[in-house]
């Protein structure tokens, strides 16, 4: 397994440290975050990994973020989804390859191939795409190459996904880069440790927040909003001032229509939010529009609306979901997630929660 590259680098006391993680090549998200933290070559940007796959414009994210870096200071770490690399440059199966970017139409692969006019189908001679790939996005695929898998700082440590110790020199890249629910592992660092990778609502028990985490006894800053991997999800910018996470803040962005509260409604006492990683259930009781269920690890029950139901196998389960009603005041703004016909998910602030229908006027347009 390759080790864990680790750059170690001096931040300046003044002016700001702006850490995104998980663009997931969604551009468009990211140019309308930078104008709203108002972005200048002045700050320093630290990209905690996961540039690119996933979103529709990874090919133009990664060069719109390596011109950035010829005239500002851009830091960035590899993520699990940066590695493409080694696909192309490697001696990776073909067919495997193929079976990828048949399977995944947004991967960058794919869109290199379109700008070169190649047609991927299950025909495809990869040799020759791989071939032309190389040829034609040198600069690209070595840019993604040079990326370190640790940053290092004499206050911070930036990795994608999580580190196993603290001494770096036992860590391999992938477990770098792929280290699912890291910050329920108990482990703890005497530098701030900034992550992304597992978006943060996967950490949620009564209900869903999609806004960074600070976690002091661990020393551990979560900040993957789930942009792109969820329907509800955001990309954030944790954002250091002078080099001091005492003067932190965030701020965040999605793509969802808003709405306006026009009456207040108080939060629910006793709810759960249920993520994808502990989501077995069992049917109680179905109605047209949502069915009573009882969530099997914690015995909760809870109505759970019915398209959010699946079979795997011979086990209901359910994608992320919860009971949880927020607590809004009139004249709150919304994000709206999904409407029903009662109720409606929303976001307010990060947090996920429903909000009864006649408490809302839609307005549908999108957050600036």
């Not at 603290?166 to 770098?176: C, H, K, P, T």
């Not at 927040?209 to 792109?228: A, K, L, T």
């Not at 389960?317 to 409606?344: H, M, N, P, W």
Request: charged residues 25%; hydrophobic residues 40%.
């Amino acid at each position: 397994m390759m080790k864990a590259v680790v750059k170690k680098i001096i931040f300046p006391n003044k002016g700001r440290i702006i850490c995104i993680s998980d663009i997931h090549g969604n551009i468009d998200l990211l140019k309308r975050l930078l104008i709203k933290i108002n972005y200048t070559s002045n700050d320093v940007m630290v990209i905690v990994g996961d540039l690119i796959e996933k979103g529709p414009k990874s090919l133009e994210t990664l060069r719109y973020i390596i011109e950035l870096s010829r005239t500002s200071t851009i830091y960035a770490v590899s993520g699990n989804c940066d590695t493409i690399w080694e696909d192309i440059k490697s001696d990776v199966d073909d067919s495997l390859l193929l079976k990828y970017m048949l399977a995944r139409q947004s991967c960058i692969l794919n869109q290199m191939c379109e700008e070169l006019e190649i047609k991927v189908s299950p025909e495809a001679d990869m040799s020759y795409i791989r071939e032309k790939i190389l040829l034609s996005f040198s600069e690209e695929l070595s840019w993604l190459e040079s990326l370190p898998h640790i940053i290092e700082s004499d206050k911070l440590i930036f990795a994608h996904a999580g580190l196993n110790s603290s001494d770096f020199s036992e860590l391999n890249a992938w477990s770098v880069m792929k280290n699912d629910a890291f910050m329920e592992k108990g482990i703890s660092f005497s530098k701030y440790l900034i992550v992304g990778h597992w978006p943060v609502v996967n950490y949620g028990k009564r209900y869903a927040s999609c806004n960074p985490i600070i976690n002091v006894e661990q020393r551990i800053i979560s900040i993957d909003g789930g942009n792109v991997i969820k329907s509800d999800g955001q990309l954030n910018a944790f954002i250091i001032c002078d080099n001091d996470i005492e003067a932190a803040y965030f701020e965040s962005i999605d793509e969802l229509p808003v709405g306006v509260i026009a009456e207040d409604q108080s939060s629910s006492r006793d709810s759960i939010f249920i993520s994808w990683n502990d989501n077995k259930v069992e049917v109680l009781e179905e109605k047209e529009e949502f069915t009573l269920c009882r969530h099997k690890s914690s015995e909760h029950k809870l109505w759970i609306k019915n398209t959010k139901l699946f079979r795997d196998k011979d086990e209901m389960r359910c994608y992320d979901c919860t009971d949880y009603f927020l607590s809004v005041s009139k004249g709150d703004i919304i994000a709206i997630i999904e409407r029903g016909s009662k109720q409606t998910l929303v976001k307010k602030s990060g947090v996920i929660g429903w909000v009864l229908n006649e408490k809302i006027n839609v307005r549908g347009v999108i957050n600036t």
